[in-house]
């Protein structure tokens, strides 16, 4: 298996190579290239490489700027130190990626993957939408709810929920205006369409936008303690496992 590895530091490209020769023992390393520039003129004039490891950021710019302008059908890898909130694209468009420090197993796992499921086919288009994805630094999340009130739909704006709640297996959106709605979407599925942004999944009864946020207390056995406006329940927590991630959200 012939590997074009795009890294721009020397440590980590040797550590990709050691690992790479643990994970797959049979690939043959074609070439190091640590920038856009380097990567674009030797895909334009070499064979296409059977896989691609590329870290996002290069010496001169994004890997992704190299698949804007050569055309290859290699399938890729990425390795990249990015946030999970980007690396939620990738994987919508089914391009894997390693998150550094690099694990032997998660590598070699990612081979796997590509040998049995993608086509060469299809990645130059998932790399043109995950391209569009970065250079416009949004995904496609949900805008807006269609919601029953009595015989009719109507329609809300994401920027007008005050929060939604999950009661048993009911689930209620309610407004800034104060208005409950009931919904069809399950928390677990809504907490992948909101932009994580703005909204954040508390506990397993509430998500909420940064803008309803009232009043954090800390409390007892290293929860917080929450008032969210326009809401009457006095007893909303963050758990411990999650104040860690409740409080990076909200000092982005």
């Known amino acids: 298996m012939n590997v074009l590895i795009l890294e721009d ?7 990709l190579q050691q690992q790479l020769a643990i ?5 043959k390393v074609l070439a190091v290239l640590e920038s856009v520039k380097d990567a674009s003129e030797w895909l334009r004039i070499n064979n ?9 950021h290069l010496a001169d710019g994004l890997a992704l700027d190299v698949f804007r302008q050569v055309n290859t059908p290699a399938p890729v890898i990425f ?16 391009i894997d990626y390693l998150l550094k420090p690099i694990d032997v197993d998660e590598l070699k796992a990612a081979f796997a993957k590509f040998r049995n499921s993608v086509s060469a086919t299809g990645t130059t ?14 995904e496609s999340y949900k805008s807006r709810f269609l919601v029953k009130l009595g015989d009719r ?18 689930v209620w959106l309610y407004t800034i205006d104060g208005k409950k709605h009931l919904i069809d979407d399950p928390l677990d599925e809504l907490q992948k369409s909101l932009d994580p942004a703005d909204f954040f999944r508390i506990n397993r009864t509430y998500i909420a936008p940064l803008s309803s946020i009232d009043k954090i207390h800390n409390h007892f056995n290293g929860r917080l303690k929450i008032s969210l406006k326009h809401c009457e329940d006095n ?3 963050v758990s411990r496992a999650r104040v860690g991630d409740f409080k990076r959200w909200l000092n982005k």
Not at 153 to 170: E, G, Q, R, S, T
């Open 235 to 237: 007893d909303i927590f």
């Open 153 to 170: 739909l109507i329609i809300i704006p994401v920027a007008d929920v005050a929060y939604v709640m999950a009661d048993d297996k009911v």
């Open 23 to 27: 994970a797959e023992p049979t690939a």
């Open 48 to 56: 296409v490489p059977d896989i691609i490891l590329s870290d996002i």
């Open 125 to 138: 288009a998932q790399l043109a939408d995950l391209l569009r994805q970065m250079t416009t630094g949004k």
């Open 9 to 15: 530091e020397a440590a980590a490209a040797t550590r």
């Open 79 to 94: 390795t990249t130190a990015y946030d999970a909130y980007t690396l939620k694209a990738f994987k919508l468009n089914s």
